[in-house]
Nanobody, 122 residues
């Protein structure tokens, strides 16, 4: 199993920046992909950024590409999401997730999830 704990959320004005962190523990060596997702109450969860942990390849949703950057610090077992040029529509609960294998969709089959951290942009 893998345990994930997010931090770094908060309130920020439009145009500002935040950096989210996701501390991973447990059997972290089994991860193959890690991602950041977000969800607004009443809406479907949206994948925004992901990384293939063993090679470092990243991908983003169109809604955040060019503004958000996902990165990992393997020594600290920590995943990051740097969010710049934030917009009110980025307001959501942000979740970190880990997958142990490949999937046809880069946003699918994540088995492990954190508890989430709230981001509010006004």
């Amino acid at each position: 199993h893998v345990q994930l704990v997010e931090s770094g959320g908060g309130s920020v004005q439009a145009g500002g920046s935040l950096r989210l962190s996701c501390a991973a523990s447990g059997n972290t060596h089994i991860t193959y992909r890690m991602g950041w997702f977000r969800q607004v109450p009443g809406e479907e969860r949206e994948g925004v950024a992901m990384i293939y942990t063993r090679v470092g390849t990243t991908d983003y949703s169109d809604s955040v590409r060019g503004r958000f950057t996902i990165s990992q610090d393997n020594a600290k077992n920590t995943l990051y999401l740097q969010m710049n040029s934030l917009k009110p529509e980025d307001t959501a609960m942000y979740y970190c997730a880990a997958a142990t294998g490949f999937a046809e969709s880069r946003w699918a089959e994540y088995a492990y999830w954190g508890q989430g951290t709230q981001v509010t942009v006004s």
